[in-house]
């Protein structure tokens, strides 16, 4: 069985390696990802070229930064986390690209998100760098969730954003707390913490399902409510191997990258860093924040975890 710490390691890493894998497919039509790759030949990764992530784990990097910095979700620090990431080339949509540049130049994030994304975003950008969020707070579903709605809430306020982080991150707590995957289980709690009647539905439906079946009924887009139910199903149908939760969820089509982003996540909390294959880790970009600084991210997260349990 996989270490904690190898957890920790497993989540923030299969993230990474999985939004790299699907990058440079996203907005494609599953049809021509099917034609061009297929899914299973592009999570081979035989070219072995460097993975570069996107937005999706540059800002669960400040998430977990932010996270180890104030120990708790504090939304000021979490902004100023994202904002000293933040490159615009990666990817980023453009109400956050218009958020971030303004709170960078001094803006109020507060009243901006405001005046951006009036009524809330209900993108999967909440959801989509949660992970940490479900890391952190693992032993404690009710903080998980409260922690997660503060961490979508800076970007994404509309319920469904909001609603679609809580669910991943939860998705990611239950995928450590389960040593052995139990699908029952995993679905009929989720189902009892979502909040919005979108995603209770979609809950309720793929408790009734092969997971394996359900992967291709909610959705692939970029709205929370059609892909974080889509991303936890590759993972579902596939609990045992992250290589084929990512082909399930690149092979969606669209949204790709965060699709495979957040199976990744999950996959990557479950199984441990060991159950990620070698050839994709050593694939991933090593630059300033790369692969060896998100080993050493998911350590220090880990430590301050137990500093505070
Ligand atoms: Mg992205």
């Known amino acids: 069985m996989p270490s904690l710490l190898d957890r920790f390691r497993g989540c923030l890493l299969g993230q990474a390696v999985a939004d790299g894998l699907g990058a440079p497919w996203e907005g494609l039509p599953a049809d021509l990802i099917f034609v061009k ?16 992530y996107t937005d999706d784990t540059q800002m669960a990097i400040g998430v977990a930064e932010a996270l180890i910095k104030a120990g708790r979700i504090d939304q000021d620090v979490l902004i100023q986390a994202f ?10 949509g453009q109400g956050a690209r218009r958020l971030l540049s303004a709170v960078a130049e001094g803006g ?26 479900g890391l952190f707070f693992h032993n404690d579903l009710d903080r998980v969730a409260h922690e997660a709605a503060l961490s979508a809430e800076v970007t994404h306020a509309h319920p469904l954003g ?21 699908a029952s289980m995993f679905f009929s709690e989720l189902h009892a913490r979502a909040e919005t009647e979108e995603f209770q ?51 969606q ?57």
């Open 37 to 52: 790759g297929p899914a299973e030949k592009i999570v081979q990764h035989a070219s072995g070229e460097v993975l570069q």
């Open 83 to 92: 904002v000293a990431n933040y490159e615009p080339d990666r990817g980023y």
């Open 108 to 133: 109020d994030w507060r009243e901006l998100v405001q005046s951006i994304l009036p009524g809330g975003s209900f993108g999967n950008g909440g959801a989509m760098r949660v992970a940490p969020v």
């Open 162 to 182: 909001i609603d679609g982080a809580r669910l991943l991150a939860l998705a990611v707590a239950l995928a450590i707390r389960q040593s052995e995957f139990e």
């Open 201 to 251: 539905w979609q809950l309720a439906t793929i408790q009734k399902l092969d997971p394996l079946d359900a992967i291709g009924m909610f959705g692939n887009s970029l709205e929370a409510h059609r892909s974080v139910v889509t991303a936890i199903a590759c993972f579902a149908a596939s609990p045992r191997d992250y290589s084929t939760a990512i082909r399930y969820a690149i092979g």
């Open 253 to 309: 089509g669209d949204d790709v990258d965060t699709l495979a982003a957040m199976a990744g996540a999950i996959s990557g909390a479950h199984l441990g860093i060991g159950q990620i294959p070698s050839r994709l880790v050593v694939a991933l970009e090593n630059d300033e924040k790369g692969r060896d600084y998100l080993g050493q991210l998911a350590s220090q997260l880990h430590e301050r975890f137990q500093e505070l349990a």
